[in-house]
C-alpha cells in the first residue's frame, strides 16, 4: 500500500525556519518525482514546489510565492521528500501536503498526483 | 502563468442528480487536466487526470471531458459521498495551477 507521511509542522514565527520531511512507503521512492502543495485556511489549493526523479536529473521547481525562501530536496536511500522552508511569512500558513507525481505515458512531463499525504498544519504567527 | 476559472463555486443538488462543473484555463493545456475531490478535513483525492482518464477505484458516475481550455466534470446519480469541493488542475506546465473549487452541497 502507498503512503506518503508528512511530518515536522507546527507554530513558528514570522522570519524563521521549519524543514517538512514526507516519508514514503509502498513504492520505489526513487523512480518517482515528488511535489508538495498546500492550502491555506479555508482557502483553495496552491502548488509549491516539485522535484524530479534522479533519472530525469533530480531537477527542481518552484511556485514564485516561495522561490528563494523554500528548498525541496530528496534523500532516495531514506525514501524522504523534504520542504526546508526559511523566511516564513504569515501567509505561508497552511496545511501543507506530500504528493507522488505520475509521468506521461510518452514521459515528455507530468500528468497527475495520484497519492497525497494526510498533511502537515504550518502556523506562522508571532 | 495559466488561470484556471473554475465555476460554479458553489451548487446544490440533491442525492441521484447530475452535476456538471466546468473548468476554464487561460491558455491551452493540451490534454493535461486533472481533477480532485476533497471532503472536509482530508487530503485532496485524484478523481480523473489526462482530461477523462477515470483514476483507479473511482466510480465510473464521475466523468471527464474537453479539450484545449475548456474543460467539464460531470457526476451522474450524485451520491451522499459525493458531496464535497471539487478542484481542476493544469499538468500542462509550470506553475501548476487549481481552479478556485467548486463547493458540492445538499439540497
Known amino acids: 500500500e502507498v503512503q506518503l507521511v508528512e511530518s515536522g509542522g507546527g507554530l513558528v514565527q514570522p522570519g524563521r525556519s521549519l524543514r517538512l520531511s514526507c516519508t514514503v512507503s509502498?513504492?520505489?521512492?526513487?523512480?518517482?518525482?515528488m511535489s508538495w502543495f498546500r492550502q491555506a485556511p479555508g482557502k483553495g489549493l496552491e502548488w509549491v514546489s516539485f522535484?524530479?526523479?534522479?533519472?530525469?536529473?533530480?531537477?527542481?521547481e518552484y511556485a514564485g510565492s516561495v522561490k528563494g525562501r523554500f528548498t525541496i530536496s530528496r534523500d532516495d536511500s531514506k525514501s524522504i521528500a523534504y520542504l526546508q522552508m526559511n523566511s516564513l511569512k504569515t501567509e505561508d500558513t497552511a496545511v501543507y501536503y506530500c504528493?507522488?507525481?505520475?509521468?506521461?505515458?510518452?514521459?515528455?512531463?507530468?500528468?497527475?498526483?495520484?497519492?497525497w499525504g494526510q498533511g502537515t498544519l504550518v502556523t506562522v504567527s508571532s | 502563468d495559466i488561470q484556471m476559472t473554475q465555476s460554479p463555486s458553489s451548487v446544490s443538488a440533491s442525492v441521484g442528480d447530475r452535476v456538471t462543473i466546468t473548468c476554464r484555463a487561460s491558455?491551452?493545456?493540451?490534454?493535461?487536466l486533472a481533477w480532485y475531490q476533497q471532503r472536509p478535513g482530508k487530503a485532496p483525492k485524484l478523481l480523473i487526470y489526462?482530461?477523462?482518464s477515470l483514476q483507479s477505484g473511482v466510480p465510473s458516475r464521475f466523468s471527464g471531458s474537453g479539450s484545449g481550455t475548456d474543460f467539464t466534470l460531470t457526476i451522474t446519480s450524485l451520491q451522499p459521498e459525493d458531496f464535497a469541493t471539487y478542484y481542476c488542475?493544469?499538468?500542462?506546465?509550470?506553475?501548476?495551477?487549481f481552479g478556485g473549487g467548486t463547493k458540492v452541497e445538499i439540497k
Open positions: 491558455q491551452g493545456v493540451s490534454s493535461w
Open positions: 522535484i524530479r526523479a534522479k533519472f530525469y536529473g533530480g531537477t527542481t
Open positions: 489526462a482530461v477523462s
Open positions: 504528493t507522488r507525481a505520475q509521468l506521461r505515458r510518452d514521459r515528455s512531463g507530468y500528468s497527475h498526483f495520484d497519492h
Open positions: 488542475q493544469q499538468v500542462n506546465a509550470f506553475p501548476l495551477t
Open positions: 509502498g513504492f520505489t521512492f526513487g523512480d518517482y518525482a
